[in-house]
C-alpha cells in the first residue's frame, strides 16, 4: 500500500491485472524441488489462495524448475510455451527453482509470457511478487538473504500421504567441477536442530509416517541439541526416532566425505532409520574422479561402503553415476563398470555428462561425443539393470514390513515400499494406505515387487 504522505516520490503503479486465486505447482528435479514446491503450496494456501486440480483450472502456475542438465532447462522453455490457452489467454506464470537462480532476468527476456522469476532461496517473498506482478511489470528475486526462508515460512499442515520430504541442510560448497548446483542453492547451511524437531513433529501430528531428511550434502548437516551438545545427522536421526508416531526415516543425497562413523553406526542401533543408502560416486576412475573435484578415490568408496555393510549387513546401496566426462577414455569408462561391480547396487542414477555454463568442465578439452555416451550409458545401464534384478530377486520369499503409500492401478491393489525402499504390490482390502503391514514377497520384476499380505502391523 502507498501512503501519498510519507511516499512523495513515485507511487508504486496500481495493480491492473487479477490476484490469483488458484494455484498449480509443478516441480522438475530433485527431492528438494518436490519439497519446495509443498512449502510453496502451504504458503499461498495460508494466505487464502486455493491448490487447482489441474494447471487448466489454474490462474497463478509455478513451474518449479531443475537446471543440474540441458535438457531439464529445454523442458522449461517449451513448457511455457504450452501455458498459452486456445482464446490466447494465459495464467499468471512464475519461474522458481534452480533455473531461476541461473538465468534470472534472461527468462523475462527469453519468454515474455513469464510474470515471476523466483529463486530457491527466494520463494518465501512470492505473495510480493504477485502483487508486483498484477502491475504488469516481470517481478524477478534470486536473491540469497542471510535470513533463510524456513524462519519466514508458514508452520507444516496436515499431509496428503503418509510419507514426507524435510529439508534439513541445503547448498554445496564442494564444487564438482561438472555441477551447477552450488550456484543455484548457495552455500550449505544446516537448518537450527530445534525447527527441524518441531517441523517433525508438525508432520507426524498431520498423519505421516515416514520422513525422508533432504539435502544435497544431508549428512554434512551439523547442528547443536537441545542440550547445547554439537551433533551431526546422525545425532538428528537419534533424537526423530523417538518421535511416537514416526515409524520410518530415510535420509538423502549423502557425500562420501561426510559419511561419518557416527552415521554409519546408526545404521546399526536405529531401527527406524531404513536400511538403504543413496552414496553417489560418479565414477570409478581415480584420474576422472579428480578432474570432477570429488576429493575422493574409488577405493575410499570401497572403503566406505565396506564399513557400512559391516554396520548394516543388508542396507540396500544406491548411487549415481556420470558418463562420458571431459576426457573420459574407454578404461576410465571400464573403471566406472568395475567400481559398480564390486560395490553391487541395489539401484542407481546413471546419466549422460552434460556441459552446464559457468562450470570448469564446460571449458575442459576432449569433450566426450554423444555416440560415445550413449554407448557407454547403455553398458553402464544394462550392469546396473542387472545387479537391480537380482537385488529385487534375493528377496522373493522374504518376509518384510511395507509401508503403503499409494493405490494400485488393479482394482483393490495397494503400493508400498520395503525398508529398501522397493515398490511392492499387494492386495489387501483390510488395510488402508498409511498402514504398515507383514508381507512375504512372492515375485520380482525389474523395478517392483508382488508381496502376500500377512498381517496389519500397525494401524
Ligand atoms: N549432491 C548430490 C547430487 C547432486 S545432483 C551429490 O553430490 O551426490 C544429482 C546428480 O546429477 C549428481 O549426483 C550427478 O550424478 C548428476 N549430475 C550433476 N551435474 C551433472 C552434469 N553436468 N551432467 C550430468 N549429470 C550431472
Ligand atoms: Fe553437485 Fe558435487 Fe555438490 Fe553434489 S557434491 S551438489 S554433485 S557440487
Ligand atoms: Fe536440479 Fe536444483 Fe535439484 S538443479 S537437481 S532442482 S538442486
Redesign the pocket.
Known amino acids: 500500500m502507498s501512503h501519498p504522505t510519507d511516499t512523495p516520490t513515485v507511487p508504486a503503479p496500481a495493480p491492473i491485472g487479477d490476484a490469483p486465486s488458484r494455484y498449480f505447482v509443478t516441480s522438475f528435479g ?1 527431492q528438494m524441488n518436490v519439497y519446495d514446491g509443498e512449502r510453496m503450496g502451504e504458503m499461498l494456501s495460508a494466505q487464502g489462495m486455493q491448490a487447482a486440480a489441474t494447471r487448466e483450472e489454474a490462474d497463478l502456475v509455478i513451474l518449479n524448475t531443475c537446471h ?2 540441458e535438457k531439464a532447462v529445454a523442458r522449461v522453455y517449451s513448457d511455457i510455451g504450452r501455458l498459452k490457452r486456445e482464446d490466447g489467454s494465459k495464467p499468471m506464470i512464475a519461474v522458481a527453482g534452480c533455473v531461476a537462480q541461473a538465468e534470472g532476468e534472461e527468462i523475462a527476456r527469453r519468454a515474455r509470457s513469464v510474470d515471476i522469476v523466483v529463486g530457491p532461496q527466494a520463494y518465501h517473498r512470492l505473495p510480493q511478487l504477485i502483487e508486483q506482478a498484477r502491475t504488469g511489470q516481470p517481478a524477478i528475486d534470486t536473491d540469497m538473504p542471510a535470513v533463510t526462508k524456513f524462519g519466514a515460512l508458514p508452520a507444516r499442515t496436515k499431509q496428503p500421504r503418509p510419507t514426507a520430504f524435510l529439508t534439513v541442510q541445503e547448498g ?1 560448497d ?1 564444487f ?1 567441477t ?4 552450488p550456484y543455484t542453492r548457495g552455500a550449505e547451511i544446516s537448518r537450527p536442530f530445534a525447527d527441524l524437531v518441531d517441523e517433525a513433529k508438525a508432520l507426524v501430528d498431520g498423519g505421516v509416517r515416514e520422513i525422508t531428511l533432504l539435502g ?2 544431508v549428512n554434512a548437516w551439523a547442528g547443536t541439541d537441545g542440550k547445547g551438545r554439537p551433533q551431526g545427522l546422525d545425532g538428528l536421526i537419534e533424537v526423530l526416532a523417538e518421535l511416537p508416531g514416526l515409524e520410518r526415516i530415510r535420509y538423502t ?3 562420501p566425505n561426510d559419511m561419518t562413523d557416527g552415521l554409519i553406526a546408526a545404521h546399526r542401533d536405529i531401527d527406524k532409520l531404513m536400511p538403504y543408502l ?1 552414496l ?1 560416486v ?1 565414477s570409478g576412475s581415480d584420474r576422472i574422479l579428480k578432474a570432477m573435484n570429488r576429493s575422493h578415490n574409488a577405493a575410499s568408496y570401497l572403503a566406505i561402503i565396506d564399513k557400512v555393510r559391516r554396520s548394516r549387513p543388508d542396507i540396500a546401496l544406491s548411487g ?3 558418463v562420458g566426462f571431459p576426457g573420459e577414455t574407454e578404461a576410465d569408462f571400464e573403471a566406472t563398470l568395475d567400481i559398480v561391480r564390486a560395490a553391487n547396487y541395489a539401484q542407481a ?8 555454463p559457468g ?1 570448469p ?1 564446460a571449458d575442459m578439452e576432449d569433450q566426450i561425443s554423444a555416440q560415445i555416451m550413449d554407448e557407454r550409458l547403455q553398458r553402464l545401464q544394462e550392469l546396473l539393470g542387472a545387479q537391480q534384478h537380482a537385488f529385487n530377486a534375493a528377496t522373493v520369499g522374504k518376509r518384510t514390513r511395507v509401508l503403503l503409500e499409494r493405490q494400485g492401478r488393479k482394482d483393490g491393489q495397494l503400493v508400498g515400499k520395503s525398508p529398501w525402499l522397493q515398490s511392492v504390490h499387494v492386495i489387501d482390502p483390510a488395510a488402508r494406505l498409511g498402514d504398515l503391514i507383514d508381507v512375504e514377497i512372492v515375485s520380482a520384476g525389474p523395478n517392483s515387487l508382488e508381496g502376500l499380505s500377512l498381517q496389519l502391523v500397525t494401524a
Request: proline content about 6%; hydrophobic content about 25%.
Open positions: 530433485c543440474i542438465r554445496c564442494k564438482c561438472y555441477c551447477v548446483v544435497q550434502n543425497t549423502s557425500h543413496h553417489p560418479q549415481d553415476f556420470i542414477y546413471s546419466f549422460k555428462y552434460s556441459p552446464r562450470t568442465a
